[in-house]
């Protein structure tokens, strides 16, 4: 992904902001925005159309938010890569970011160079998050611990379920199954499924 072109989905219903953030990505290189939403229906559609290799999108949108567009795309094959792209640093919507899925997350006031290094981090399936935002997270999550809920899914994944196979197991939908994984992935630190399992067994969660 290094050398090539990393094409890039732009979501946001504020007109300003996307032409904003359009405008920086069209001037950097190795970029291209391949298709811009308005919201969050569009995005779902256009995802389908253009297949980008990220998707940098508002949290807060009509019709369907941002954090439910990241759930959906995670379900894709392969799972989407988003970053979530907000007005305000806010410890509960990086989490509902991160937790949906997403793989990094900035403020629309945050440099250039911070938007392009997140994008780029996203397109090689590596996890960003500015310092100041992982030092508020820190302070959120520290202690917080699985729900039995999310016990149950982590024991099915490292008894090598896929995301499927959990949901038949236990009754529920597939995007819940996603949602439940990706909160045990930023609960752990980790960023797959094996490093998830191998650190439950190290810990003794399951």
């Avoid at 290094?2 to 990505?25: E, H, K, M, Q, Y």
């Avoid at 253009?50 to 379900?75: H, S, T």
């Avoid at 890569?81 to 989490?95: F, H, N, W, Y």
């Avoid at 016990?151 to 939908?173: C, E, F, K, P, Y």
């Amino acid at each position: 992904m290094t050398d090539a072109v990393i094409r890039v989905l732009v979501v946001d219903d504020n007109l300003l902001a996307r032409l904003g953030i359009v405008s920086l990505l069209k001037t950097a290189s190795g970029i291209e925005v391949c298709a811009e939403a308005r919201d969050g229906v569009e995005a779902l559609s256009l995802y389908k159309e253009a297949r980008p290799d990220v998707v940098l999108l508002d949290l807060n949108m009509p019709r369907v938010d941002g954090v439910q567009v990241i759930q959906a795309l995670v379900l894709e094959s392969p799972p989407g890569r988003c970053v979530a792209l907000t007005q305000l640093e806010g410890s509960d919507d990086i989490l509902r970011a991160l937790r949906a899925g997403a793989l990094g997350y900035v403020t629309k006031d945050a440099a250039g160079d911070q938007i392009l290094e997140a994008i780029a981090a996203a397109a090689q399936g590596r996890k960003f998050l500015p310092t100041s935002v992982g030092a508020k997270l820190a302070e959120h999550v520290m202690g917080e611990s699985l729900t039995l809920r999310e016990t149950q899914v982590l024991r099915a994944l490292a008894d090598g379920h896929s995301n499927r196979s959990i949901a038949s197991l236990m009754r529920v939908s597939e995007r819940t199954v996603a949602t439940h994984v990706a909160s045990i992935l930023f609960k752990l630190g980790v960023k797959n499924r094996a490093e998830a399992a191998s650190t439950a067994l190290k810990r003794h969660l399951i």
